[in-house]
């Protein structure tokens, strides 16, 4: 297989004997006219596009399914040149993924082929771990989601398949090729990237100058009802990973968000409630209550609308900004890697 011209910037592109402007030409056609093959390029000299064509793929991914549900979330599952598979998932506007009225639509973005993470309530590493996502395999998933739905997307969530920030290097230079004005020139302040607890890949990118924002996969307000549900936290406990997330905060003052996944009999009692306003003060965090999706194989289960109720009741009365995600997508398998594990199985 040739590289993915996606996966570098342009000055690392070979060109041959081309002048710069020639760079600013290829990258207007990936990016912004979002050309799918070197033919399209129908600017730049035929010795150029062959040279391109010979050197380079452009198409890092394709798709394998499109879902839709009734509430218009859609799901995607692709197929990597590899032959590995991936999911995104299209969110609509009017709540967007924190709750916000707005006219946004979201991508929930995959940065791994699998997790090496284990979190109990996920189905990504069920599989486990096969490898990172390259930075151009992270960008296709924006360019060919908004070929196939015909929508603009202009909010990114790194949540999807996979750790971001266990492909450290890889996401933040797929951050750079969609931040760039030559690439999609996606505003920093509308993406977020959310991770499991990796508490020294969030001091590192809070040193990074771009404003990303930053959600924590929390799931349990006590070590020992998190280590329950998230094996990182035996590496990273809680005094460490919120010490963590405080620096980060201090560093860019932007309100983070502390995504938290109500299971029935787990992490859903009032104590846990009230731990969880204690965590989010500190960090100036709003919260987002998300009662489980059922995923295939694992037992757990979501709590009743009562004590889902209850338990949001506790951090609206302590004046915490919280929402509850009423159901997305779960008529399509829209918990991060149910639709791959199906497609593996249905493959074996």
């Not at 599989?127 to 930075?135: C, Q, V």
């Not at 010490?243 to 980060?248: F, K, V």
């Amino acid at each position: 297989m040739h590289p993915l011209l996606l996966d570098l910037p342009p000055e690392a592109w070979d060109l041959g004997p081309e002048p710069d402007y020639r760079r600013k030409q290829v990258a207007e056609w990936l990016y912004h006219k979002r050309a799918a093959s070197v033919a399209e390029m129908t600017n730049l000299p035929a010795a150029l596009r062959r040279k391109l064509d010979a050197t380079y793929d452009l198409a890092a991914l394709k798709l394998a399914k499109l879902q839709g549900s009734h509430d218009t979330t859609r799901k995607l599952l692709w197929e990597l040149r590899s032959g590995d598979y991936i999911e995104s998932v299209l969110i609509p506007a009017s709540p967007d993924l924190f709750g916000e009225r707005s006219d946004r639509f979201t991508l929930c973005l995959s940065t791994q082929v699998g997790c090496a993470y284990g979190c109990k309530f996920c189905a990504s590493g069920l599989e486990g771990f096969k490898r990172n996502l390259t930075p151009g395999e992270i960008v296709a998933q924006i360019v060919e989601t908004e070929r196939h739905t015909k929508t603009r997307i202009n909010n990114l969530v790194f949540m999807g398949m996979g750790e971001p920030l266990a492909n450290y290097a890889n996401l933040l230079q797929a951050l750079a090729i969609i931040n760039a004005p030559w690439g999609l020139g996606l505003g920093a302040r509308h993406i977020t990237v959310s991770t499991s607890g990796l508490a020294p890949q969030i001091r590192l990118l809070a040193e990074q100058p771009l404003q990303i924002r930053l959600a924590l996969s929390l799931h349990g307000a006590s070590d020992d009802v998190r280590l329950k549900i998230m094996p990182v936290n035996r590496k990273y406990p809680l005094a460490e990973l919120l010490d963590a997330c405080a620096e980060y905060q201090e560093k860019k003052r932007k309100m983070m968000t502390l995504e938290y996944i109500l299971i029935d009999g787990v992490n859903d009692s009032l104590d846990q409630a009230t731990l969880l306003v204690k965590h989010a003060r500190r960090l100036h965090a709003k919260v987002n209550l998300i009662p489980y999706n059922t995923v295939d194989g694992l037992d757990w289960r979501r709590p009743s609308d009562f004590v889902i109720d209850r338990f949001a009741a506790v951090l609206h009365a302590a004046k915490i900004t919280a929402t509850v995600r009423r159901e997305k997508g779960h008529d399509i398998d829209a918990a991060c890697g149910q639709l791959r594990l199906k497609q593996l199985k249905a493959a074996a």
